[in-house]
């Protein structure tokens, strides 16, 4: 009994962990692969579920898809309706491994003969170089995989001498509904519905429960799988909960719809066993795998608007704060957190932008002063985020100029913040001179430039025509300042003058900073350039 735990127990351990690395090398040896690949995905719906079940095949976890997915939402990179057709296409796409290990896996004891396999794929995450060790990993992930089902089909064929499972209730709802429970289960603690499904083929190939039994159990998997993607929206944003739940609720509606037509599904593989060819067992239930995800397809994807609109009036927008779209979630991809830290900045900026162009109209009041601290703070936790990124970031100079650049947009952006909360009034008055309305009016100017720099609606050199623009606000400000000055002073005109110089002195200060801002964040978004001093 204890060698049969044993070999049990090592095998679903080898397969785990042979598919971990069979995903993360996959994912690092496609570099931005996987990220481009998923933010092509347009609006169409047929082509994201193809996108998500293209990519799950291909990197075979349904999971990291579905991870990376929540995760290029959290970023604003992907919309939420964009998003729920990926997760529709990584639930058909994780059963083609079903496939893999049904037809191949269980038929040839291929863990001898891939040992050779694991043996390469050391080596080459030892001595090689770039995306080829993360080759390496694949290559000692998917032996490793095989080896540890080798291990399971013997654990399984002792189990089935000291158990018999197929004695256990199988037939009826309630014995159907128990055993789709202990599939939940199964992949909640494995953390994997593939290694709940192999290991529920391995059961089957090996004769320790039946097939009513195992098909409930896979049924289980499929909704147990979507719990990983919803643990890691805790804290995330609206958007990345939203396609966590349509997860959710897509993989539990085709478990209900699989559960409550299974003497349906049962009838149709019983006459393709008969009639096809097909074989019985663990390609039936590979088969009916599919199937039943396919149902879930053809009933969810015609009306995929109609549920997007669901899970928006279950999960409705709320107010969110300057950081919404900072999901610690993306830390796992220095790329898609840059990205995320990056729009971030950006919003910010926008908003203080505008704040600034208020000030020039009327005086701080006190909405001005809470959206100045809301944005503080805000700032403050872009700060935290990015400070996370820098293990992540060193191993890739570009992603780390970039983190570097954004850190350099928070400095000035925490300044201007400041500033904009003790400037000196510059508001119109009865005796303002026309000098000061040019002034302001540059200074508006100036502002609307990098609203529409900042959006990419302006020419691709706006920020040298922003950078003449300082200049010349700077030469403006200085000339109106020294002819204030020089002026002959009644009564009261003379603090009214140094009210004004100050003044203008800050709103010059304030246009350097707002350039600087918009040269680091031009810098974060793309090929870093040459930097301003700080």
């Not at 909405?367 to 403050?380: I, M, S, Y």
């Not at 650049?405 to 000196?424: N, V």
């Amino acid at each position: 009994m204890v060698d049969v735990v044993f070999r049990l127990l090592g095998g679903i351990g080898l397969f785990l962990l042979g598919m971990a690395l069979l995903s993360d090398g996959l994912v690092g040896f496609a570099g931005d692969a996987l990220r481009r690949a998923l933010l092509r995905v347009t609006g169409m719906p047929w082509r994201a579920f193809s996108s998500g079940a293209l990519t799950t095949m291909l990197i075979q976890s349904s999971t990291a898809t579905t991870v990376t997915l929540i995760g290029f939402v959290s970023a604003g990179l992907i919309g939420y309706s964009q998003a729920i057709g990926v997760v529709i296409g990584a639930s058909l796409g994780t059963t083609a491994t079903g496939w893999f290990v049904a037809s191949l896996g269980l038929k040839v004891n291929l863990g001898y003969y891939t040992l050779p396999l694991i043996g390469i794929g050391a080596f080459m995450r030892v001595l090689g170089r770039g995306r080829w060790r993360h080759m390496g990993l694949a290559c000692a992930g998917f032996g490793m995989l095989f080896l540890g089902l080798s291990s399971m089909q013997e654990g399984m064929v002792g189990l089935a001498d000291d158990f018999d499972f197929k004695a256990l209730p199988s037939q009826g709802v309630w014995a159907h509904v128990l055993a789709m429970l202990v599939g939940v289960v199964l992949t909640t603690i494995l953390q994997s519905s593939t290694a709940a499904v192999a290991t529920t083929l391995t059961a089957l190939h090996a004769g320790t429960i039946g097939f009513e039994q195992a098909a409930a159990v896979v049924v289980g998997a499929a909704i147990g799988t979507t719990l990983t993607g919803a643990l890691v929206t805790i804290g995330g944003t609206v958007a990345a909960k939203r396609t966590a739940l349509a997860h959710i609720l897509f993989n539990l509606g085709s478990g209900i719809v699989a559960i409550v037509m299974l003497p349906i599904f049962l009838a149709l593989l019983a006459w393709l066993n008969t009639h096809a060819g097909l074989e019985a067992g663990a390609m039936s239930l590979a088969l009916f795998h599919t199937l039943f995800i396919a149902v879930g397809v053809a009933l969810f994807m015609p009306v995929v608007e109609r549920f997007e609109r669901l899970v928006a009036r279950l999960l409705p927008e709320r107010k969110q704060d300057m950081g919404r779209r900072l999901d610690a979630s993306t830390l796992g991809v220095p790329a898609v957190a840059l990205e995320a830290s990056q729009r971030a900045l950006e919003s910010i900026t926008h908003q203080l932008v505008e704040v600034q162009r208020k000030l020039l109209r009327r005086p701080l009041d006190d909405g001005l002063r809470d959206t100045l601290q809301h944005t503080q703070d805000g700032l403050n936790e872009a700060l935290q985020f990015i400070a996370r990124l820098s293990q992540q970031a060193q191993g890739d100079a570009a992603l780390h100029q970039r983190r570097v650049a954004q850190l350099h947009a928070i400095d000035h952006l925490l300044r201007l913040c400041g500033r904009l909360q003790t400037e000196p009034e510059l508001m119109p008055g009865e005796d303002e001179s026309d000098e000061i309305v040019e002034v302001r009016q540059r200074m508006e100017q100036l502002l609307a430039l990098v609203h529409d720099g900042i959006d990419g609606a302006a020419s691709l050199d706006w920020l040298d025509i922003l950078e003449r623009k300082v200049m010349d606000l700077t030469v403006a400000t200085q000339g109106v300042r020294s002819r204030l000055l020089d002026s002959d002073f009644t009564d009261g005109g003379l603090a009214r003058a140094l009210q004004l110089t100050d003044a203008l002195r800050s709103l010059e200060r304030s246009a350097s900073h707002v350039q600087r801002v918009c040269h680091y964040l031009l810098a974060g978004r793309q090929e870093p350039v040459k930097q301003v001093d700080a």
